[in-house]
């Protein structure tokens, strides 16, 4: 058995006493050693570790002891509630032309196209399809938070639909449909796709009781606050929830900092700042990120690992902000004939390649990114002219220079990861992953001044990135393209 660091004795230690305990654990600080830990050093005491997904529940109940159960939310949704939708959730795929169609979409908003602004000032055409997609998208938000209605917030933000009087003309025409979505697919019998994220809703709204004695939450920062609130719920169990709130990079579909919460309720606060994944070098420039997302954390490098930063000519994972930039850096490997595998796989680029050659034939296209534009040339414009639109701004120079078949082939080009020489993935898929060398792309753009007070700001969320990017390397980090960081004075939320 490996010995404990101080700081996981402390974490021991704290097991128990039946108050509740936050658990900030930085990157590669053996959060899922302590856990297993804790869960042995109480083997009279029911506990239920609480996974992000099935594979690390799966991988956990090999290795904690007999008196922790290890799931996922979902599962313990599915036996409560979900069963009795099973025979719904293994029905065929359907667009959004056919729900609109099965849901009666027409009625519901009195017939015709409606039209509404977009950004630019353009007229965005508002079919039944794209409706009922927002709808769809709506009612997906509001089942990833705790909140017992669907609402206007829950309405997804879109590329040249993002202004207050736009969302308020979208939402007099989506929240009806939500609504009467959730209404069916609350029925047994009902016509519209059923989704796993809906039974976990409905399991949150019915109040669950979790029979255990202690509840071990893992990566708390990422945690939907329809999982936050069952644990929330769970008063008669003592619960220890553990992650980095550094490191929580999903607020953009739903995910908050349950760490957070906790901690506000009055949950005692410890750490895990001996990093076992790197050495001092990385650890410093980690720091750095860290001291602008503004966390009295700081990571302790491994002595023992050998471990710098410098320049790197043959990374095995290249880490980039956007999929517009992984493609980018894709497409480069495959003209120098590289093996090269995408984490995630292709998919998603594929679609966004047929969004983009949609455009260009003059057709509409319902992909969340481009949905809101009649036209390839407003695409252009927004990314050229509007803020929000810096992140196309790769995938329009891709599509002008290489045209859309040639992106939807190169994802079909894409290797295996055991055959690959090089890696490549956004920072979000990074999570949980590490390799030897990483080198960070250069779509981890240096924001503009303030026009105001002339200082650099970054979004917090964007410095959170940053810094899941530099701690996925255990050797080697290339990381000059955030060499900007030394400019950054402020932080935005």
């Known amino acids: 058995m490996v010995n404990p660091t101080q700081e996981q004795r402390d974490a021991i230690d704290a097991y128990g006493d039946g108050t509740d305990l936050v658990l900030q654990a930085g990157a590669g600080c053996g959060k899922s050693s302590t856990l297993k830990m804790i869960a042995k050093a109480g083997p009279r005491s029911r506990m239920l570790y609480v996974a992000y997904n099935k ?256 320049e790197l000519d043959d990374p095995d994972a290249i880490l980039c902000r956007t999929n517009a930039g992984a493609l980018e850096v894709v497409m480069d490997a495959l003209s120098r004939y590289v093996p090269v595998a995408l984490v995630g796989g292709g998919t998603d680029m594929r679609r966004l390649a047929e969004a983009a050659a949609a455009l260009q034939d003059g057709r509409d296209t319902d992909h969340p990114e481009l949905m809101a534009f009649g036209t390839w040339d407003q695409v252009r414009q927004y990314a050229e002219e509007e803020a929000d639109g810096q992140d196309l701004r790769v995938l329009v120079r891709l599509v002008d220079e290489h045209g859309p078949e040639a992106i939807v082939t190169a994802t079909e080009q894409l290797v295996s990861e055991d055959r690959a020489e090089l890696v490549v993935s956004t920072a979000h898929r990074s999570k949980g992953r590490e390799w030897p060398k990483v080198r960070i792309h250069t779509d981890f753009r240096a924001p503009s001044p303030n026009p105001t007070t002339g200082l650099v700001t970054i979004r917090r969320e964007e410095a959170r990135l940053a810094y899941v990017a530099v701690t996925r390397a255990r050797q080697v980090l290339d990381d000059r393209a955030l060499a900007w960081v030394d400019d950054v004075k402020a932080v935005t939320a």
Request: proline fraction near 4%; include cysteine; glycine fraction near 8%.
């Open 55 to 310: 594979a690390i529940a799966t991988d956990a109940q090999k290795s904690f002891p007999r008196n922790a159960s290890c799931s996922t939310a979902h599962s313990l949704a599915f036996q409560a509630i979900g069963k009795g939708y099973a025979h719904r959730l293994n029905g065929p795929r359907q667009t959004a032309h056919t729900a609109a169609q099965l849901l009666g979409v027409s009625a519901l908003i009195g017939g015709g196209i409606p039209k509404i602004m977009g950004d630019l000032g353009d007229t965005v055409a508002m079919p039944t399809k794209r409706i009922m997609r927002y709808a769809l998208e709506t009612v997906t938000s509001w089942c990833y938070s705790a909140d017992p209605e669907v609402s206007a917030r829950h309405i997804p933000r879109k590329p040249n639909l993002k202004r207050p009087a736009t969302i308020q003309q979208i939402a007099e025409l989506v929240l009806p449909v939500a609504r009467a979505a959730w209404k069916d697919l609350r029925k047994s019998d009902g016509v519209l796709k059923f989704q796993h994220d809906h039974y976990l809703k409905m399991w949150q709204l019915g109040g669950p009781t979790l029979d255990t004695d202690v509840v071990l939450l893992d990566e708390a920062q990422d945690t939907n606050d329809v999982v936050a609130a069952v644990i929330q719920g769970q008063e008669h169990a003592q619960r220890i929830v553990v992650g980095d709130s550094a490191q929580q990079i999903y607020e953009w579909r739903g995910a908050n900092d349950a760490l957070a919460k906790f901690e506000s309720a009055g949950a005692q606060v410890q750490t895990l700042s001996q990093s076992f994944r790197f050495g001092p070098a990385i650890a410093a420039a980690a720091n750095a990120w860290l001291y602008v997302v503004g966390t009295d954390l700081r990571l302790k490098g491994f002595e023992q690992a050998d471990s710098r930063l410098g």
